[in-house]
């Protein structure tokens, strides 16, 4: 499909009224082809993990057309409205790991390298000084062949946050990932968001230190490991919800 098709292929998937069966099998072709561009782009970057120093886990995911049609509809019932063929995370791969801040960036300045080396276009997203609802990562957007593929890069700790909160948006509603209100729970889902963005800034900031203290030649392992009394609650919040989750099925 050329991109001016997609644009019009997403045009009507953003309407309220039912999906028609041609139009939801134009979107099932369109992420056969991002699922394509998902394998061989998480080939690149499994060789890149596999000889850095870090241990690093590496997961992919593919949007479904549930998910899709969710996020166009959601945005036209905003007042705005999302070119498909521009979507960057359709397809998108997570990188995560035990790294510091300044880890984290020369991570990414190699996912870029590998990528460009292949005469693919990338662009970065720094969601750390300017975090959304809390979020902080550090995204590389991969362009290859007119096509997007996300690569998120995070730390232990950004990435703990955001499994959690992705878990409260599942229970809560997707929209308060975007700064939308929860469908319901009222004042005291909202005051346990604001809880969740000042605990994001809190950790974001003893990463700092952390970078800071191993740059002045501090002893990496054991300074990194001063961050994980501040990841124990992360940790005990998402096991109980997912605990519930499968005692729920």
């Known amino acids: 499909m050329s991109n001016s098709a997609i644009q019009k292929l ?35 970057i499994d060789e890149l993990c596999d000889i850095v120093e870090w241990p690093l886990g590496v997961t992919h995911r593919l949007k479904t057309t549930d998910t899709l049609i969710q996020k166009l509809q959601r945005a036209k019932g905003r007042g705005s409205s999302t070119n498909l063929a521009r979507i960057q995370d359709i397809a998108g791969i997570r990188v995560s790991g035990p ?13 870029v390298e590998r990528f ?11 969601r750390r000084e300017d975090p959304m609802i ?20 995070r730390t ?34 909202i005051d346990l968001i604001s809880g969740m ?15 800071t203290s191993i740059a002045s ?9 001063t961050l994980d009394p501040s990841l124990v609650g992360l940790r005990e919040i998402l096991q109980d919800i997912e605990g519930r989750g499968r005692l729920a099925t």
């Not at 460009?116 to 720094?126: F, I, L, N, P, T």
Request: charged content about 25%; aromatic content about 8%; proline content about 2%.
């Open 10 to 44: 997403g045009k009507r998937l953003e309407l309220p009224e039912a999906v028609s069966e041609e139009d939801l099998t134009l979107l099932e072709d369109l992420l056969i082809d991002y699922s394509e561009l998902l394998t061989a782009a998480r080939g690149v």
């Open 99 to 111: 790294l510091t801040l300044a880890e984290q960036d020369r991570l990414t300045e190699m996912v």
């Open 116 to 126: 460009e080396g292949q005469g693919h276009r990338c662009s970065v997203k720094d």
């Open 134 to 153: 809390g979020y902080r990562a550090v995204h590389v957007i991969v362009s290859i062949g007119g096509r997007f593929v996300e690569v998120q890069i």
């Open 156 to 189: 232990v700790g950004q990435d703990l946050w955001a499994n959690v909160f992705e878990r409260f948006a599942d229970i809560f509603g997707r929209g308060i990932r975007y700064g939308e209100p929860p469908e319901h729970g009222g004042q005291a889902v």
């Open 197 to 211: 963005e000042s605990f994001s800034a809190t950790l974001y900031g003893l990463e700092v230190e952390v970078a």
């Open 217 to 225: 030649g501090r002893q990496r392992d054991a300074t990194l490991a």
